[in-house]
DNA sequence: CGTTATTTTGATATACTTCAATAGGGGTGG
DNA sequence: CCACCCCTATTGAAGTATATCAAAATAACG
């Protein structure tokens, strides 16, 4: 379970280099396969809490999770999305950086920090995979502070059309099933400018909706002339 | 010269928690003493580029460093600030994300990432720290990208201050070596709002201004109220 | 001491937010 | 099956925070 676990997630593209033997990865892991617990949440459970003790590591199995922080007034933000064969919770020695939530029904597997780190600590290949996810996060916090601080609001809603679309199968269509709120606490936006950002690209013939969690992209090189990838 | 490299680092604000046994690191490091080279730079250097491979790991051992990105149009963004005893060119396994430039002159400590790769499978304390200061850096984008997308200007500069005296000496004292320019790329705002944002802190009595890189934190409190630390 | 870079201040413009209303979609119960 | 409700999304009108454009003041530098 575990080894198609770790397999899946170094395939994802949030994974940027090829990076270790699949056999010997596919060996140490097979030890921790029958650890990993399964639990599956409703849409909008919480995971963890921001400041909560990180005791565990995940791995979404199917559906949605946000990661996200609040400010005193309730001002949210969402600091990444984790869709199915990503690991979260890598982060936060110690305490949780942020909460975790469930966008949509989800199936996690869990294991323990601690089952982990002994794992890890016997083969180098595991210790390796997870410092490329923790690396893929790194990447990931570093484009999303150029978008919320440097990208008006058309350039962040196609980066983030464009985003979905590359981390779904498609690279022509991109499934959103999180809310525009949700989406609005990830860009750093209102819901009304997205829906209006959405519309305008819409009007222009470069997406086409399904409906509002659906979206065609119809002229992606166009999107990806506006989301003005660095 | 590397074994009080870290050992400084281990000791700053970035390192969140009391990492590991100092004998047992400082032991470890003896050893990396003298592959660590010393290179000076003039301020307005590069010190690597965006997309260069990376190769190196660095240690400020004086002046200040940011790591910046640029998009096409030439609106650039710095994701973070490095002082002395703050290591930087951890992250990104392969590519450099951004480029690191010298903000002021600086003096740098510089190790091959192979060498300090081979010197932590030798020693896991060494492995440890880094992924301690790995884990900080994160820790300290997450908290930039709640700053930059759902803080408004007051709230961005009170924090940028707040954050400046932590990482200097004096809790009251904020020392600002890089220009307004640079606060406002690192903020996403320009730096006509940062400098009437100063101004109005200023008039506020909040702060008190030496020069206007040198700020001293009149009431502390009231500026840490402004800046909604979540 | 003049020259240039940086910072501050001022006036205006605008992108995005806020407030408000309408429209769509999905489920439930009558 | 339709009517109703709730939740989400869209659209509209007005307000505001911040950007932009422009100039003055201050600081840094040779």
């Given at each position: 379970?575990?080894?198609?676990?770790?397999?899946?997630?170094?395939?994802?593209?949030?994974?940027?280099?090829?990076?270790?033997?699949?056999?010997?990865?596919?060996?140490?892991?097979?030890?921790?396969?029958?650890?990993?617990?399964?639990?599956?949440?409703?849409?909008?459970?919480?995971?963890?809490?921001?400041?909560?003790?990180?005791?565990?590591?995940?791995?979404?199995?199917?559906?949605?999770i946000r990661n996200?922080?609040?400010?005193?007034?309730?001002?949210?933000?969402?600091?990444?999305?984790?869709?199915?064969?990503?690991?979260?919770?890598?982060?936060?020695?110690?305490?949780?950086?942020?909460?975790?939530?469930?966008?949509?029904?989800?199936?996690?597997?869990?294991?323990?920090?601690?089952?982990v780190a002994g794992l890890a600590e016997r083969h180098p290949g595991v210790a390796k995979c997870l410092r490329l996810m923790v690396n893929d996060d790194i990447a990931a916090a570093q484009e999303h502070m150029l978008l919320l601080g440097r990208k008006d609001a058309t350039e962040k809603v196609a980066s983030f059309l464009l985003m979905m679309a590359d981390r779904g199968g498609d690279s022509h269509r991109a499934s959103l099933p999180m809310t525009r709120l949700d989406i609005a606490d990830y860009l750093g936006l209102t819901i009304e400018t997205v829906s209006r950002t959405v519309t305008e690209l819409r009007s222009r013939r470069l997406i086409r909706l399904q409906d509002s969690h659906d979206v065609v992209l119809v002229n992606r090189g166009a999107i990806e002339e506006l989301a003005n990838a660095a």
């Open positions: 379970m575990l080894a198609t676990a770790i397999r899946t997630a170094a395939a994802s593209h949030r994974i940027s280099a090829i990076p270790i033997g699949r056999l010997e990865m596919t060996t140490a892991l097979a030890a921790l396969e029958r650890i990993g617990l399964v639990l599956s949440l409703e849409r909008d459970a919480t995971v963890f809490f921001e400041g909560g003790d990180a005791k565990s590591y995940f791995k979404v199995s199917r559906g949605i996200c922080t609040l400010l005193s007034d309730g001002r949210r933000f969402i600091s990444d999305f984790y869709l199915s064969g990503n690991f979260f919770g890598l982060t936060g020695e110690g305490q949780n950086l942020c909460s975790a939530e469930a966008v949509t029904a989800v199936t996690l597997v869990r294991w323990t920090r601690k089952s």
